[in-house]
């Protein structure tokens, strides 16, 4: 879907950056996630995950393991369909994949350039 949009000259995406190329140009980071579509050989969702989204990020967190478009958490097969979660920017918010980076960065530059 967002190949027809980019060739339609809908949307520019860069990196995981995307930006809308109408109104007033609103952009937004793309997150890796999945969206949980059933479990296989019909097991039970004890884990409650059929129909919700879940980012690579938090399924790293609950060492769900992923392969294509299978994710087995807590002995449980699921099919998961990949994608991304959108989340909008706003202009001058601070980066939130890299959280404390710029704690770092002013860590860095007090200890060794002043």
Known sequence: MLDSMIDA??????QN?????????????LIPA?????TVDNAPDSAGLVGKFKTEQELKALQAE???DSDIYQDVAYQADPGYIA???TPGEPDKEK???SDELSKYILDNLL
């Open 9 to 14: 000259g809908k949307i520019k995406v860069e």
């Open 17 to 29: 950056i995307l930006t809308m190329l109408a109104g007033d140009n609103p952009t937004f980071r």
């Open 99 to 101: 959280p404390g980076e």
């Open 66 to 68: 992923v392969y294509m």
């Open 87 to 89: 989340e909008e920017i």
């Open 34 to 38: 999945y969206r949980f579509v059933r």
